[in-house]
């Protein structure tokens, strides 16, 4: 009889690289590094006293993946665009190594948090913005929702993926600190020294009701209840399982004003009803646990299972 070994995951993103390791839902040894900056860091950061009793490693990463292995593009870590990362951590380490996209192991990992839920869209709502479909066990597509066109004028902001408009252009936490940032200038406040990111002063502001944190917070709600509009109009989802930082701040202060905005922009306002919120900061132990779970069972699924 085989004893069942754990798999290495690391998960990778625009706040850094963290690993792991799991055996089924268990997550031990978590370990995380935020000044990864050349793909033979990151090699570093994963073989640096790696265990010889594993069943091989798993990457969840944001970006474009071909056959689990190379990044074709990685709007938030481009060190690693074309980058065959699999192939390049199995010659470092002589272990299997598969890579897949971290939205489609965070997907995979929400599914274990709400089995229940067979029909779900996943999505992050951190520096940027990544989605997944489930649906009875499996992820529909590897569709990139983040790159959604929301904002067609002239001015619309210049996403990292290098087109304009994108929904993560409007809506993730890189263009979000940047529009602060801005206001202060314009309004004359300071922000304070030890807010590690421009943001984290904005959500307080909200709560005071400042003029400028409201006005912000108000086109945050707008394109967020458009670009949730869009997907529902498309497929009439039951539910959606919510991640990231920037997400936990601005949907337990807001998700009223999003869905009333949603109920006007979408055929039939009772399907805004239809779609239910959960989330994974009310269930999760540690940072990226639903992606670090995702990323060992699509590993077990391409190299174990029968």
């Excluded at 010889?52 to 593009?73: C, L, Q, R, T």
Aim: one cysteine or more.
């Amino acid at each position: 009889m085989t004893t069942e070994k754990p798999i290495l995951s690391v998960d990778g993103g625009g706040s850094g690289f963290r690993k792991a390791l799991v055996l089924g839902t268990q997550i031990w040894d978590l370990q995380e590094s935020t000044g990864i900056e050349r793909a033979d860091q990151l090699l570093d950061f994963v073989s640096d006293n790696l265990l010889p009793d594993i069943d091989g490693i798993s990457f969840a990463v944001a970006g474009v993946i071909e056959d689990h292995n190379k990044i074709i593009v990685s709007p938030n870590i481009s060190f690693l665009d074309g980058v065959s990362l699999g192939k390049e951590t199995r010659n470092r380490t002589k272990k299997k190594t598969t890579v897949c996209n971290d939205m489609e192991a965070a997907t995979i990992g929400m599914s274990t948090f709400f089995p229940r839920l067979k029909y779900f869209m996943g999505i992050t709502w951190s520096s940027g913005i990544g989605l997944r479909i489930f649906k009875d066990g499996e992820i529909l597509s590897d569709s990139e929702g983040g790159h959604m066109n929301i904002d067609s004028s002239p001015s619309a902001s210049l996403c990292e993926c290098g087109l304009r408009g994108c929904a993560e252009a409007r809506l993730g936490g890189k263009n979000l600190q940047r529009a602060v940032i801005y206001t202060s200038e314009i309004y004359g406040f300071k922000i304070p020294e030890e807010c590690k990111y421009p943001s984290m002063y904005l959500h307080p502001c909200f709560d005071k009701k400042e003029r400028w944190a409201v006005d912000i917070y108000d086109d945050l709600c707008s394109n967020m209840a458009r670009f949730l509009a869009n997907i529902q109009s498309l497929l009439h989802l039951p539910a959606v399982v919510w991640k990231g930082a920037l997400g936990q701040q601005i949907l337990t202060r807001a998700e009223g004003m999003i869905r009333e905005k949603m109920k006007t922009m979408i055929i039939d306002p009772a399907w805004e009803e239809d779609m239910k919120f959960y989330d994974v900061w009310h269930i999760e132990t540690c940072k990226d646990a639903d992606a670090l779970i995702g990323a060992a069972e699509i590993f077990r699924n391409l190299f174990i299972s029968t």
